[in-house]
Nanobody
Framework: QVHLVESGGGLVQAGGSLRLSCAAS????????MGWYRQAPQKQRELVAT???????NYPDSVKGRFTISRDNAKNTVYLQMDSLKPEDTAVYYC??????????????WGQGTQVTVSS
């Protein structure tokens, strides 16, 4: 079982920055791909950024150039640096991770979410 704990959300003015963190804990062999997703009220959950264990990243056009995902494999932690925030970035942000068990099976986990609110 893997537990993902997010932190760093809050209220910020448009144009400001926030940094989210997500730490994985529990019993696992390794944490493979990690990512961030978000869900605004009455909208579907959408991809924000992903990063492989080797550090390859992926972003949708909506955040490319403004958001940066990174990770610390030694700490099993993923970060999301969000700059030039816009009101449309307001959402609950969820951490996601693929964890490999000691029997080498891969399981997918979600964090509980952290609220990000950008005021205009």
């Amino acid at each position: 079982q893997v537990h993902l704990v997010e932190s760093g959300g809050g209220l910020v003015q448009a144009g400001g920055s926030l940094r989210l963190s997500c730490a994985a804990s529990g019993s696992f062999f390794s944490i493979d791909a990690m990512g961030w997703y978000r869900q605004a009220p009455q909208k579907q959950r959408e991809l924000v950024a992903t990063i492989t264990r080797a550090g390859s990243t992926n972003y949708p056009d909506s955040v490319k150039g403004r958001f940066t995902i990174s990770r610390d494999n030694a700490k099993n932690t993923v970060y999301l640096q969000m700059d030039s925030l816009k009101p449309e970035d307001t959402a609950v942000y969820y951490c996601n991770a693929d964890a490999r068990s000691y029997t080498y099976k891969s399981y997918n986990y979600w964090g509980q979410g952290t609220q990000v609110t950008v005021s205009s």
